[in-house]
């Protein structure tokens, strides 16, 4: 058997939560292969109660899937703790459904410490941190410096732990703090006792016995390929890479055993914090997808800027995503819509491109915009590609021969059952 992937193909928050769920199903193992607790997978239950899952596979609430954070991932006990706490309240066994990779780093109050220094230092260019303390670590993950996961089975592991925390007390200095205690340090000492209760494992061993043995396989990524570290729109991105590329790395696994890659996009375009955003809109119609869309982060709150679907941004990920299917999501927010517009190109310098430019951030970039007729019309009726109005049949066609890949999923709530196949 081979691996599966689903990522986000704009800047994250396109919906994979809900995606993933509907799809766990059909997977034995559901593995999260970067990132950190500033991804927010929102899951609606069959009993309409709202789980937000920030590290931890959305595969947990299957009874016979089993969920690997990947040594990708960092980790924040705090926070897992937290998460595992809500699963046990709400009934659902965690301990023989979780495993976590021991060559996952950790999050250490003082990297939180250093990103808020960082993030302030940085006055008017701040590329909008969500200030938990995941760059620092990551940083510290390639300085050759982090703590590990499996550190903490090390008798030494707090000699490791205050030989790190001194070395980010001299990075502060640099910012001109000068701190003599850690914020939470006691309540992290205790999560970091906590998470020996969950399974540690050899990733890469574990998740290849699972493909030699024919179980299928589902990675799930976090934030969106718009983020990526190395593809993204630099420097306004997060801190791994987000894309097909990052599995690879993050899970242990070989290339040739990626099969599908199901990427996901909503029906226009989000972006939390800075950064460039060449659909933004900042009229009316901006503010109504906010407000139809609920766009506020599931992770932080922060309101999300809205625009018009970038296809050129999109073309772009599926290229460096391998992409081999879509899913679209929050179509519905587009029900009320007179019109609908879709970006086809970049004007920069007087000429139109479908390319990426090096310089996102700097380029003076007036979108082009193809209009469409929206459907009006509630979509709540609709299961089945028939059941669509004439209208988002012709705008989904549009999009499959602009993309040159196919929509599988379309997306008409946030509900299960809202999840219509194509």
């Not at 990427?263 to 503010?287: H, M």
């Amino acid at each position: 058997m081979n691996v599966d992937v689903l990522l986000g193909l704009q800047w994250g928050d396109e919906g994979k939560g809900k995606v993933v769920d509907y799809l766990a199903e059909q997977y034995d193992v559901v593995a999260r292969f970067q990132g950190g607790p500033n991804a927010g997978h929102t899951l609606i239950l069959n009993n309409g109660v709202k789980f937000v899952l920030h590290t931890i596979p959305s595969g947990i609430f299957l009874e016979n899937c089993l969920n690997l954070v990947g040594n990708g991932v960092v980790i924040d006990p705090i926070t897992f703790r937290m998460e595992i706490n809500k699963l046990e309240g709400a009934g659902v066994s965690v301990y023989n459904r979780l495993v976590i990779s021991r060559k996952a780093h950790l999050i250490l109050p003082t990297h939180k410490m250093l990103d808020a220094a960082s993030e302030a230092s940085k006055g008017a260019d701040k590329i909008g941190s969500t200030l938990k303390g995941i760059g620092p670590a990551y940083m510290d993950k390639t300085g050759r410096n982090g703590l590990r996961v499996g550190d903490i089975e090390s008798p030494d592991f707090k000699e490791k732990y205050n030989k790190l925390k001194e070395k980010h007390f001299q990075l502060l200095k640099n910012y001109g703090d000068v701190p003599t205690e850690v914020p939470n340090e006691q309540e992290w000492m205790e999560a970091i006792d906590f998470l020996k209760k969950i399974t540690f494992v050899d990733a890469e061993y574990l998740i290849n016995d699972n493909i030699k043995s024919g179980k299928r396989i589902l990675a799930e990524g976090a934030q969106g390929s718009m983020l990526d570290v190395d593809h993204g729109t630099y420097p306004f991105v997060t801190s791994s890479n987000t894309i097909t590329a990052g599995v690879c790395t993050g899970l242990g696994v070989a290339p040739q055993k990626i099969k599908e890659v199901i990427g996901i996009s909503k029906a226009y375009c989000t972006r939390v914090g800075s950064g460039p955003f060449p659909t933004e809109l900042f009229d009316e119609t901006g503010e109504e997808l906010r407000k139809i869309g609920n766009e506020f982060g599931a992770t932080t709150g922060r309101p999300r800027r809205c625009g018009w679907i970038d296809l050129p941004a999109l073309k772009y990920t599926i290229m460096i995503n391998g992409v081999t299917q879509i899913a679209i999501t929050k179509i519905d927010v587009l029900n009320t819509f007179a019109e609908i517009k879709a970006c086809v190109g970049y004007k920069i310098n007087g000429v139109v491109t479908d390319q990426m430019p090096y310089d996102i951030v700097d380029a003076k970039i007036e979108p082009v915009y193809e209009t469409f007729k929206g459907w009006e019309c509630n979509l709540d009726h609709c299961k089945t590609k028939a059941d669509l109005p004439q209208e988002l049949i012709n705008y989904l066609q549009f999009l499959e021969w602009e993309l040159k890949t196919k929509i599988s999923m379309l997306s008409a709530g946030p509900e299960r059952d809202k999840l219509i196949i194509l």
